[in-house]
């Protein structure tokens, strides 16, 4: 398939994610199409011109209208739905993603699709500490890097559509990664950040601390804020990439923590140092 | 003393914090002095009328100006400097400053400090990732929080105009702690958060990373580029306090990893949500 202004994309997910990307989509005039199980993020997708069609419940009428559908849902309930309704789906259409995990389910997935279907996973580094349609937003894509992760079984056809799907919703950097690269890249750039934002905010009595906090705290516990039904998912299903890069972390808090302990005020500096060099590359990129 | 439009002002350390305090006075109308054994800083104070006199050198003529001194410098240097200088202090002057810890050296300075003279602590919860008088800002104080630690030594009159003067540069919360608890709170709520992010940004090989990076990592080492001089000064200076801070962050990360280790889904999601409850709290106060 090709992507053009006639191409009509559905969202399965009306949450912030899949929200955002409608959003962003239909002000770019294409046709956007949403399906979620909760009547009222369909109603309010609709009422503000979100999405041009929508329904609770896959059907051939409504699913055989697309030529691009992109899973906006929890990483677990994806394999089942195709299982279920890849029956109403158009021949050729293409299907991606936005999951943050991609090797527990991508193979499975490519194993029982129909042979004129394909999919490419896709995954948007963008999202906000408030989730639902409510508050999506087409702008947290703006910027933000955007990361394809296709399989041997993918065509060269489909990667270049997904990739201009990235251009289209406003990420600055695209770039390709297999689903096993993506999840140890993610594991650490993002699970690990989360478990650490998580621990510090809970590690001890918080009280009357508020008033006294500098922005460093504010800054490293704004994930803290946490939906914890997706989050505790992602962690599990990417469990020993994940452990792996927890205890990189570990290792290197340890080796600080012992540098102080000893006094080894050079050690300490040097450390430091390193750290202020390594942290000026990802300035560049996002011009901070 | 008290705090009016004559009062005059000396700044000891035309560093980011120092500058910042000089050009937040100046810009308010006060008589603002400053002291640097580093010429180019005076001369840039000078020439940006940030301070109205300046010197390098300490003597009874241009110290015996001021009504009221702050050092921003390191703090080891801050004992040494009274124990030398102080002679050229005028009677009746207050003196504060700006360091991020207290208890490793108040004590020991009101214990040598002339009798006409009475020294508050203060710290000003505010800070850029780059250092020096041109990267000044009146602006970082806005809305931040301030902390004055007096001692039983101190009169209420002092610790007055040190609360006067966190209004007057802009903090949206002032507070008093002894310097104790000042020391706890700030190993938690600063020290810790720095060692977290230094560790984090220096844990694994960074190659490539940045353009898969999303908005959470740039969030969590923002504060690892870092004056690592200054910092582990700070730290060394706070060891113990410090410490216990960082073990108790261990506890809390060990304590998830092992959740996710053993796949205990419910225990993840009871962390997540006191994690994300707790958080709010943070919110409120700056109405992020």
Known sequence: MKLDKNTKILIIGLGLIGGSYAKSLSSKGYFVGGLDTDRKAVDYALKNNI???GDTIPSADFIGLFDLIIFAVYPHT???WIEKNQQ??????LISDVTGIKSCFIYDLQKILRQDLEFVGAHPMAGRESSGIENADAG???GANYIVTPTEKNTEDAIS??????EIL???S???????KHDEMIGFLSQLTHTIAVSLMTCRDMEGMAEYSGDSFRDLTRIAKINDEMWSELFLLNKDKLLSQMDLFKNSFDKLYNHIKNGECEKIREIMRLSTKERELF???KGE
């Open 161 to 166: 559509v997904c990739k201009e799907l990235g």
């Open 78 to 80: 994806i394999l089942d």
């Open 170 to 172: 406003g990420f600055s």
């Open 140 to 142: 947290i894509f703006v």
């Open 51 to 53: 999405i041009k069609q």
């Open 283 to 285: 300035d560049k990129v």
């Open 174 to 180: 695209i770039s390709v990664l297999s689903p096993e």
């Open 88 to 93: 109403f789906i158009k021949p050729n259409t």
